[in-house]
Structures are given as C-alpha cells and as structure tokens.
C-alpha cells in the first residue's frame, strides 16, 4: 500500500453542468500527517474536501476529470457513506450538528460510522468524551443549544468516533474566538499524534494552520499555486503579505493605518 | 344531560382523531425524512384496508394473521413506490414530485378497483362489542378499541423514534442530508426505512378505519383530512400532528352533531385558513417557507 492515504490527481469539479470550480487540482496526503490546504474565499477549498468524500452530488456538483484515491482505492465508486465507514470523516463547514438531537443522539448518529468494521470494537463514546470532557458534562442538552465551540467539539468527536484513517476538517476556526481557536487546534494536534490520523485541513487561519501543519498547499481559482513545507510558505513574501496578513518586506504585522489603496498583485497571477 | 351528550360526542370525535392522528405520523414521516408531500397517503391507507380485506375474506385468515399480512404489505408498499418512483425524482422540483404523488393516489385506486371492484365492502368485526361505558358516557366499542389501537402505535411509534438507533438516524437525515452521509448513515437505506415505516402505519389506520366505516375505493379521501391536520399541525412536527389530529377529530363530530353533517369538513377547512393566515408554518412547524 501506497505511503499516501490521499492522493488527488487533476481533478476538475463543475457545478451544475456550468460553473467549474477546480482546474485540474492535485495534492496528496501522507499516512498520519497534516496537511493544510489554505487559499482565499472561493478558492475552491472546500469543495475539494466535498469531492474527496463524495457529498458533490448534493450540491448539483460533479467530478469531471481526475482522480481521487483514498487507501489505494479509486473513492468514485463508493458510495458517501460507504467511504465514511472505510475510515474517511468529513468535518463538515459551519459545523453540521444535528440540532433538534442531543450531544448524546449526535454520537449515536456517528455510530453509523463503524457498523460493518471488522475489528469489532463498538463505538466509544469514552474517547470522545476524554478528548472534549465538555461534551460529557452537556451530554443530554440539545446540540442546538451549545456554544459554536461546543458544536465544534461536537463536530470533531463525532469524526473521531468513527475511528478514522484521514480526517478532512472544513474550516475548524470559523466563527471561534482566538482562544477557543488555539484549544480547538491543540485538541486536533494531539488527535493526529494519538490516534494516528491523518488530516487535510482547510483553514482561512493561515497561520495556525501552518503551525500545526506538516506540509502546506495554497489555492487559487481552483489550482493549487504553492506547496512546499510550513516554514517555506512562511518565509515566502506572498503568502506573509496575503494569508499571514504581514507587510510584503519589513515582517511588521500589517496596520489597517497604513493601509494603501492598491496593492501589489499576487505575481501567480501576473 | 347535556352535559353527557357533549362528553360522549366529544369521546366519538377523539376516537376519529386518533386514527387522523395516526395518518398524520405516517405522512409526517416521509416528510421529514425525504420532504416529499406525499399526497398518496389516503390511498396507501386504502390499500392497507383492502389488503386485509383480501386477506381475511379473500384467503379466509384469521384476523390477526390478516392484520399482519396487511401490514407487511402496507410497507412492501411504502419501499416499492420509494425505489421505483419517488427515488429516481429526487432532487427534481417538488411540485413535479407533489403532483406524481397525486398520479400515484389514482394509480392505487385503480388497482383497487380492478381487484376488488369499487362496491363498499364491510371489514370482518375483530374488536371486542361489549358497550364501552366511561363514566355514564356511552361509547361505541369500535371507536373505542380503534382510539387505543391507535394511541398505542403512536406511543410505540414515538419511544422507537427516540430510543432506537434507527431512529435517531432517521432524525439526524431528517435535520441535515449532507451531514448524516458525512456520520456514515446510509441515507438511501433510511428514505426507503421512512417509506416502508409510513407504509405500515397507513395499512395500520387503513385497517382500523375500515372496520368502523366499512372500506370502498374513495377511503383515500380521508387523506384529504389528513392533509388539513399535517399543515394545521406543522409539517415536520411529529408533535402537532398528534394533538392537531385530536383537535380536528374534536372540531368534526362537534360540528356535524350540532350544526349538522355537512359542516363537518367546512369547519375543518375554516380552521385549515384560519391557521394558514395566523401561523403559515403551522401550529408546530419549523417557520421556514416552503414553497408550493
């Protein structure tokens, strides 16, 4: 078996039969690392992470070129929640708690991702619960009613339960505030040590997604535009001035003072 | 005595809610799990009726084997018309779907009567007929027993909804599609799970109504009523389903005792507006609009 547990290779995503949305992407996850796909609203990241877990048909969309294998296996031939249950979780965007269900139901629910799994190990609510001891103590009260950071326990431990090989994690920051964002990413840190998985993580935070990341890649309009290992993509000018939010040459954080009318152009762009 | 006539009208329209309360959960049901109005209801319920019937008078089984040979026929029912007919069209617009359920209501009726022919026939009596007495109110034994039969499924219903692992998946697709394929729940499997499960509750009505009003081919229109008690209740609320089938169980026999039988269903459909211009979401419903 192939060191990789992802391998994408130019794949082109259409919606609905007119927009097309992925131009031929490609990146690979390697077996228990993290890998983070960063880029700008409409990039097309998360509907990468869709394509990879096959929920594009939902949403009118449809691979059109390209390959994507999970575990040597080609993933368009598997059904969604089929691929869920050989150990691919998709942490959705926005969270995707099932509301009107308790904390309690939620993990029920994500039971389903172990049913037919050969090493017979039922469904731990424990492990869980250890990772988000927060969950435990709310664990009858409707998931509706939680903090977004309580969803976003709720949203990883119902991933994490299902005892994945790769995680795809949609933006686990969004709408967090900065210490929650850094408990969050400390969690998903010590997840990918422990329990060994490996993650593909889209973030719009590029620099905790980097911090945690062991290999990086920046889309653009559907492409890929830059990969390369965190402290490379650190150190290069255009991610500092456009994902990490640092003036081009001086490394000062960038003042909304000092902002400027025009801004030097992207050069992958020129 | 006026007090007791009212008390035991008030019983005999409980008895009749029970029953539209019953439907109501199996239309509900295939709402909530796969948003289709599925406006066969009356029909499958029809269906439910008359496969007892053939059962018990046709192949002269006992009632209870009778019961259950319907009921499994109920929901082979619900699964075939999932996969054959409303599986290919999701996705598609939903009034194409609401307008193929109404084509599918008339399908079923004409099977029925090219079996059956479309004379009424009267269901073999299976309730026990000793008066019932609730105090000093009288009530008919098969109103009776068909309220219990009723109130225990739903009750059963309810306890499966909420404790079996089946069900929460059917509530977890219910809430958001695209995440529970992401929990690994077969998605599929529980559109056709939603289907054979309203399929069995209909047959299950289909049966107790037909034992108090004898069946015929136009049993369906009692799914216009149920129509009536799903928007008034709410469409997706299992909970106004329940108490608005109770209420327009109520509001019908007041109505036809004291204004006369023909504003039986005038007084339900005044209702139906009253509540559309008050609460277009229904009494329980989820306030978003759907658009029909």
Known sequence: ?270 | MEWLFFFEVSLAGLGTGGLYALTAIAFVLIYKATRVINLAIGEMLMVGAYLFFGAAAGWALPWWLAIIAALIGGGILGIVLERGVIRPLLGENPISVFMVTIGLGSILVGMVELIWTANPRSLPNFFPTDPIFIGDAFLAPKTFWSFVVAAVVIALFLLLFRFWRGGVALRATASDQGAAYAMGINVPAVYSLAWCLAGVIAAGAGILLGSIGGISSEMGFFGLTVLVVVIVGGLDSVLGALLAGILIGWMEAMAGVYLGGEYEHLVTFILLMVVLLLRPYGLFGTREIERL
């Open chain 1, 1 to 270: 078996m192939s060191q990789n547990v992802l391998e994408i290779s130019n794949i082109e995503v259409v919606y609905n039969h007119t927009v097309q949305v992925l131009r031929g992407l490609s990146l690979t996850v390697p077996r228990g690392e993290i890998v983070a796909l960063l880029g700008s609203n409409g990039a097309g990241k998360s509907t990468t992470l869709k394509a990879v877990s096959n929920l594009l048909s939902l949403e009118n969309g449809e691979l059109s070129a390209g390959r994507i294998t999970f575990n040597g296996a080609d993933t368009a031939r598997q059904a969604p929640h089929g691929l869920v249950r050989d150990g691919l979780c998709h942490v959705m965007e926005g969270r995707r708690v099932f509301e009107d269900l308790t904390v309690e139901e939620n993990l029920v629910a994500a039971g389903y991702a172990i049913s037919g799994r050969k090493d017979g190990r039922g469904a731990s609510f424990d492990l869980v619960y250890e990772y988000f001891p927060r969950l435990h103590e709310r664990r009858r009260s409707l998931a509706g009613y939680l903090s977004g950071g309580e969803q976003q326990m709720l949203a990883i431990g119902r991933a994490l339960l299902g005892r994945p090989k790769l995680m795809l994690l949609d933006e686990p920051s969004l709408g967090l505030s900065p210490v929650l964002v850094e408990d969050i990413f400390t969690i998903i840190a010590r997840i990918n040590r422990e329990q060994d998985v490996a993650m593909l993580l889209v973030e719009q935070n590029a620099n905790v997604a980097l911090a945690l990341a062991d290999y990086g890649y920046i889309m653009e309009s559907g492409r890929v535009m830059m990969d390369g290992a965190p402290e490379k993509l650190m150190a290069d000018a255009d991610v500092r001035e456009f994902y990490l939010g640092m003036a081009g040459a001086g490394g000062e954080a960038k003042s909304y003072r000092h902002i400027k009318h025009y801004k030097r152009r992207k050069r992958w762009l020129s």
